[in-house]
């Protein structure tokens, strides 16, 4: 049953469809049948995952085939010219969707989710707690088969904890993105935030900045962990952080916390020679609030962001900073959540973690002489 090569030069997936087409067509699989899990059939057609998922996604949308959670994949009954029945729902509930990196995250859930015959159904919380349990209960009015979600706040204690031991208690699968709640247990895709500070402040450290101030973000655990690698990074090298020199801020504060905070912290002589800002944004804030104290990056000072934002095509100095997979993450958490909703999720694959890449560019240099 291996697909082999040529079959006029179609895609390996459109051989794959051709051969359960035929199974269909032959009788071998009737109206009501269950498909072979699918490592059986990956095994016997000698395809991989993908291209199987990607062939039995087209035959979900063109009537063929139903998909239906925690059983299986059937036969449609075609009978009288077929149907095509709406495709099942999977929801996304994001921060924000339609800014910074977000819409890349969500064009790589939407891309995999669309390769498996779901549809997506968006909704934001705006990073706020309170607005979270409407939006869930949007999700499950709509019938949704499973749901991605980057949890508000989420270094802050969650009230809305009972929805999700609901979701659990019904069979609902869901996966975290960006971070988790304490205590959930949920899988989850998310960074090494912590590593990738680490590194950016080891960055400075090697080019022989020992005056490095942060500002770092209080209420995402994205936040608390990029915090904590600021600090590694200093005590591995010896240096005692000043308490001073870190600004720490909420989402609700984070237009005007970090700007006056730079603006008090290079207003005397005693100031930094680097900043190690939360995120790529947070950079781009403070840029031009060091071009107006006449700051030059980097002859006078360095900062990092962090993302890889799309944000830094705009920015007036090329900014050092890590790495977010940003798609491949989007497109990781919708395979994920396609194995627990077909039931084949193994341990070690409940959760996932990427390393931020550093990606140095030239708002970073040695610090000028003392």
Known sequence: MATG?????KPKY???KDLILDRIRSGDWRSGDRLPPEPELTEAMGVSRHT????????????????????????????????????????????????????????????YLSERGYGVVLASTDNQRDREPACLAQMLERGVSGLIIEPAQSALPDPNLSMYQAMSDRGLPYVMINGTYFG????????????????????????GHRSIAALVKTDDVQGVERERGVRLALSDSGILPREDWFCRYS?????????????????????????????????????????????????????????????????????????????????????????LMDGEARPYRRSVRYLPGLVVRSSTARPPEQ
């Open 251 to 339: 989402t609700r504060e984070r237009e005007l916390k970090p700007v006056e905070f730079v603006q008090g912290l290079v207003s005397g002589a005693d100031r930094p020679t680097a900043l190690v800002c939360y995120n790529d944004q947070i950079a781009l804030q403070v840029l031009p609030v060091l071009e107006r104290a006449g700051l030059r990056v980097p002859d006078d000072i360095s900062v990092t962001g962090f993302d890889n934002s799309n944000l830094l095509a705009s920015a007036g100095v090329p900014l050092t900073t890590a790495a977010h997979p940003q798609e491949e993450l989007g497109r990781q958490a919708a395979e994920l959540l396609c194995d």
């Open 5 to 9: 090569g040529g079959a006029g030069g």
């Open 14 to 16: 459109e051989q794959v």
């Open 184 to 207: 959930l247990g949920a899988p989850a895709v998310t960074l090494d935030d912590c590593g990738g500070a680490y590194q950016l402040t080891r960055h400075l450290l090697d080019l």
């Open 52 to 111: 199987l998922r990607q062939a039995v996604g087209d035959l979900v949308q063109e009537g063929w085939l139903d998909r239906r959670h925690g059983s299986g994949t059937y036969v449609l009954n075609r009978a009288g010219g077929g149907r095509r029945g709406a495709p099942a729902l999977v929801g996304v509930v994001t921060t924000y969707f339609s800014e910074y990196i977000f819409p890349s995250i969500v064009r790589g859930i939407e891309a």
